[in-house]
């Protein structure tokens, strides 16, 4: 069955420090993996989408790295901002246009 | 600033009702999604559509219908037959068919609750 795991469930930070999210998947074939962002009580916003032939993918203090080989994928996070609590969702597009979704990694920034 | 508009923010459904949830969007998007969102786990796709007056199943449909008879307007309707519909229901649409790279936009949900 293909699965998408994510870790830890749940994460608290200090502002200011840097923290990595992990993502494991089993989906396969695959096509792409995207990192979503959604606050409390929104829909998620996209963060980034990486193919196979991508290693990492940087949208601002967010950086998103690729294992294809291993099935691995993981969100740095730098200098840790209040507004980054949220959870992070990771989502994998099999070949043949099925989403594959994480139950994500809620994090939370305290001051 | 095109978007995908959700409403109600908040639904109460009592026993035996029909409700209906509204997605609009206007960034002329071809694809939209609708998806259930439950605590602990990941979105969960309940139907889909790639074109006007054109939408298929997806893993959860039972208790769930939906119409497509404008580009902008995706409205899920959650029957009495959906047993357990208490959840956080999101739309979403993207350009092309599910295959491409483009990101999904999401509305900002509807969470449905049981009076």
């Known amino acids: 069955k293909n699965q998408v795991e994510q870790s830890p469930q749940s994460l608290i930070i200090l502002e200011g420090k840097n923290c990595t999210l992990q993502c494991n998947y089993t989906v396969s074939p695959f096509s792409n993996l995207r990192w979503y962002k959604q606050d409390t009580g929104r829909g998620p916003v996209s963060l980034t989408i990486?193919?196979?032939?991508?290693n990492t993918k940087s949208n601002g203090r967010y950086t998103a790295t690729l294992d294809a080989d291993t099935k691995q994928s993981s969100l740095h996070i730098t200098a840790s901002q209040l507004s980054d609590s949220a959870s992070y969702i990771c989502?994998?597009?099999?070949?043949?246009?099925?989403?594959?979704f994480g139950a994500g990694t809620i994090l939370r920034v305290k001051s | 600033d095109g978007g995908i508009t959700q409403s109600p923010k908040y639904l109460f459904r009592k026993e035996g009702q029909n409700v209906t949830l509204s997605c609009e969007q206007n960034?002329?998007?071809?694809?939209m999604y609708w998806y259930r969102q439950d605590p602990g786990q990941g979105l969960r796709l309940i139907y889909y559509s790639q074109i006007v007056n054109d939408f298929q199943k997806g893993d959860i449909a039972e208790g769930y219908s939906v119409s497509r008879e404008k580009k902008e307007s995706f409205p899920l309707t959650v029957t009495s037959a959906q047993k357990n519909p208490t959840a956080f229901y999101l739309c979403?649409?993207?350009?092309?068919?599910?295959?491409?790279?483009?990101?999904?936009?999401f509305g900002d949900g509807t969470r449905l609750s049981i009076l």
């Open positions: 979403a649409s993207n350009r092309g068919d599910r295959g491409t790279n483009q990101p999904q936009h």
């Open positions: 989502v994998v597009l099999e070949y043949g246009n099925k989403l594959v």
């Open positions: 960034l002329n998007h071809d694809a």
């Open positions: 990486m193919t196979f032939s991508e």
